[in-house]
Nanobody, 120 residues
């Protein structure tokens, strides 16, 4: 199985920055994709960004392009989300997502979520 531990959320003023981290642990044979989703109050969970562990290709939601950057450290099975120029509409619970093959077989794994609040 795969466990995901997220960190880095918090309260920030508009225009500020935060960096989220998500470390995957367990008996992991391979990771194909690592990503971040968010869920705001009253809205559906949406993809923010993801990154391929094979070739480094990235994918971003239009609303965060140019402001957020996703990166990974394959040696640590960790994915990061650098969030700059934050806006109130970025306020949400951010969830780490990993698609991996572990001792339990292939799976789609989720972190517990970390709150990001952008407010003055």
């Amino acid at each position: 199985q795969v466990q995901l531990v997220e960190s880095g959320g918090g309260l920030v003023q508009p225009g500020g920055s935060l960096r989220l981290s998500c470390a995957a642990s367990g008996t992991i044979f391979s990771i194909s994709i690592m990503g971040w989703y968010r869920e705001a109050v009253g809205k559906q969970r949406e993809l923010v960004a993801d990154i391929s562990n094979h070739n480094g290709n990235t994918n971003y939601a239009d609303s965060v392009k140019g402001r957020f950057t996703i990166s990974r450290d394959n040696t640590k099975n960790t994915v990061y989300l650098q969030m700059n120029s934050l806006k109130p509409e970025d306020t949400a619970v951010y969830y780490c997502n990993v698609v991996a093959v572990s001792s339990g077989g292939p799976g789609d794994y989720w972190g517990q979520g970390t709150q990001v609040t952008v407010s003055s």
